[in-house]
């Protein structure tokens, strides 16, 4: 394959090609800048020989949603970054990758170099959630139809939880039976609520354009917009979707064979579940930002509900 894929772009890579130890390093340091949640879960529940790989996988989606979410970036440079590193991707399955990687690529190189396992949760991954980063690509400054939404919550719900059981507990995981979404799934409609204010900012619409036609709502949706009883029954309705989202998943947690899984996806489900909890007091009505979430009592809350989850695994097993 050429060691070019698209012409340059104004996105460029971040930094030069360093060690192989210097690569690992970079991956764990990016991940704590960015998450100190995840961070954590990584280091602590991840199996001890896909820790480093966890770190990897998260590190370099993050930078590469990063350069996709550039405000300097133009339309021309986003969609050609986003193609070399589809591009990588798919020659790296192949065993031919360019030569000319920078740091944050080859991160992903190395992740491909170890993958040896047919169908696994890491190829699920990077293909996934390679394809939510085209959607949000080809979506920006567009409305999108409620299938296409249901699509990327699907795809995306995909590649988390397949990450999830694939790092830890990667022996003891559940069938990829579509149970197996639910949960995720659940916290990607709350994220998406909680992100609405933010994301129409940057050009983003969440909301289904055949819903918007239907009660006479166009974007760029206003604050007078999101007071309106149309708007806000949609958000419930989301809402209660993401609860029956979440009671399968907390489901399929009890079942686990995995302890330290079952405690990482409990924990995660237990942020959203906090979160839909607010929208709800809210009146359904939704706010540019939850600072709350960082406080203490909302900490002990969730703390509680993991609990309850771990609970509810150990009398099943």
Same mark, same amino acid.
């Not at 969609?79 to 360019?98: E, H, K, M």
């Not at 040896?116 to 890491?122: A, C, I, R, V």
């Not at 567009?142 to 988390?160: G, H, K, N, P, S």
């Given at each position: 394959?050429?060691?070019?894929?698209?012409?340059?772009?104004?996105?460029?890579?971040?930094?030069?090609?360093?060690?192989?130890?210097?690569?690992?390093?970079?991956? !764990?340091?990016?991940?704590?800048?960015?998450?100190?949640?995840?961070?954590?879960?990584?280091?602590?529940?991840?199996?001890?020989? @896909?820790?480093?790989?966890?770190? #990897?996988?998260?590190?370099?989606?993050?930078?590469?949603?990063?350069?996709?979410?550039?405000?300097?970036?133009?339309? !021309?440079?986003?969609?050609?970054?986003?193609? @070399?590193?589809?591009?990588?991707?798919?020659? $790296?399955? @192949?065993?031919?990758?360019?030569?000319?990687?920078?740091?944050?690529?080859?991160?992903?190189?190395?992740?491909?170099?170890?993958?040896?396992?047919?169908?696994?949760?890491?190829?699920?991954? /990077?293909?996934?959630?390679?394809? *939510?980063?085209?959607?949000?690509?080809?979506?920006?400054?567009? +409305?999108?139809?409620?299938?296409? +939404?249901?699509? =990327?919550?699907?795809?995306?719900?995909?590649?988390?939880?397949?990450?999830?059981?694939?790092?830890?507990?990667?022996?003891?995981?559940?069938?990829?039976?579509?149970? @197996?979404?639910?949960? *995720?799934?659940?916290?990607?409609?709350?994220?998406?609520?909680?992100?609405?204010?933010?994301?129409?900012?940057?050009?983003?619409?969440?909301?289904?354009?055949?819903? /918007?036609?239907?009660?006479?709502?166009?974007?760029?949706?206003?604050?007078?917009?999101?007071?309106?009883?149309?708007?806000?029954?949609? *958000?419930?309705?989301?809402?209660?979707?993401?609860?029956?989202?979440?009671? !399968?998943?907390?489901?399929?947690?009890? $079942?686990?064979?995995? #302890? #330290?899984?079952?405690?990482?996806?409990?924990? =995660?489900?237990?942020?959203?579940?906090?979160?839909?909890?607010?929208?709800?007091?809210?009146?359904?009505?939704?706010?540019?930002?939850?600072?709350?979430?960082?406080?203490?009592? !909302?900490? =002990?809350?969730?703390?509680?509900?993991? *609990? $309850?989850?771990?609970?509810?695994?150990?009398?099943?097993?």
């Amino acid at each position: 394959m050429a060691a070019h894929f698209v012409e340059p772009t104004v996105i460029q890579p971040a930094s030069p090609h360093p060690t192989a130890a210097g690569r690992a390093a970079l991956a !764990a340091t990016m991940t704590r800048r960015a998450s100190a949640q995840t961070y954590a879960t990584i280091r602590l529940l991840a199996d001890r020989d @896909r820790t480093a790989d966890a770190f #990897r996988a998260y590190a370099y989606f993050r930078w590469v949603d990063d350069c996709l979410d550039d405000p300097t970036a133009l339309p !021309a440079g986003r969609v050609a970054f986003l193609a @070399r590193q589809r591009a990588l991707l798919d020659s $790296g399955y @192949r065993g031919r990758l360019p030569v000319d990687l920078c740091a944050e690529e080859a991160l992903l190189a190395d992740l491909l170099a170890g993958d040896d396992e047919p169908e696994s949760g890491l190829q699920s991954y /990077l293909r996934h959630m390679m394809g *939510v980063m085209a959607f949000d690509v080809a979506r920006r400054g567009r +409305l999108i139809a409620a299938a296409e +939404l249901d699509d =990327y919550t699907q795809m995306l719900a995909t590649a988390v939880a397949d990450a999830l059981f694939h790092f830890i507990g990667h022996d003891r995981q559940p069938s990829r039976a579509p149970a @197996r979404y639910r949960a *995720v799934r659940g916290a990607h409609l709350i994220h998406m609520l909680r992100d609405t204010v933010e994301d129409a900012a940057a050009g983003y619409c969440n909301i289904p354009a055949e819903y /918007l036609a239907a009660h006479g709502l166009r974007p760029p949706l206003t604050a007078a917009d999101l007071e309106t009883p149309a708007f806000r029954a949609w *958000v419930e309705a989301r809402v209660r979707l993401a609860r029956e989202e979440f009671a !399968a998943g907390r489901a399929i947690l009890a $079942g686990l064979g995995s #302890r #330290r899984c079952c405690l990482a996806g409990a924990a =995660y489900i237990a942020r959203f579940e906090w979160l839909a909890g607010a929208i709800e007091r809210d009146g359904y009505r939704l706010r540019e930002s939850y600072p709350e979430r960082k406080s203490l009592p !909302a900490g =002990y809350w969730m703390a509680r509900q993991t *609990v $309850g989850i771990l609970s509810a695994q150990r009398q099943t097993r």
